[in-house]
């Protein structure tokens, strides 16, 4: 599930998957809230997502642990992941699970939303990013 934070190019997710990004396996899967930077230009959500990764210390105090922070250089969707292994099968934990992505997304949405709105690519470190890339 898509939801808006406020910005045209960024993106909070709702993601259940049988696929665990921890183990590398399907032997059980994992709910995850993410932040994503995509647009259409790989050096401005690279650019973006570096401004983000700037406040990393500042965001995950807030938040209270630490998240994932993943850009990989020859991709343009850049993500921010928390996440929880969980037994997508098991109907009967599926109210918990609902309940920790909802918490968990408007955590994220109460952190980054003003942020998010704030990000510009004209300060020098970003321009030295995208002039380099």
């Not at 995850?32 to 230009?41: V, W, Y």
Request: aromatic content about 10%; charged content about 25%; overall charge negative.
């Amino acid at each position: 599930m898509n939801l808006a934070i406020g910005r045209s190019g960024f993106l909070l997710l709702a993601i259940v998957s049988t696929w665990n990004r921890q183990t590398e396996s399907y032997e059980s899967g994992e709910i995850r809230a993410e932040l994503i930077t995509n647009h259409s230009d790989i050096n401005e959500s690279q650019g973006y997502f570096a401004l983000l990764q700037r406040q990393k210390d500042d965001t995950e105090s807030e938040f209270g642990q630490p998240f994932e922070w993943d850009m990989q250089a020859d991709r343009k969707t850049c993500r921010i992941v928390i996440r929880q292994d969980a037994d997508i099968n098991n109907h009967s934990d599926w109210d918990r699970q609902h309940r920790w992505l909802i918490q968990t997304l408007d955590r994220m949405h109460n952190i980054f939303a003003h942020r998010v709105k704030l990000l510009s690519l004209d300060e020098p470190f970003i321009q030295d990013i995208v002039d380099n890339s």
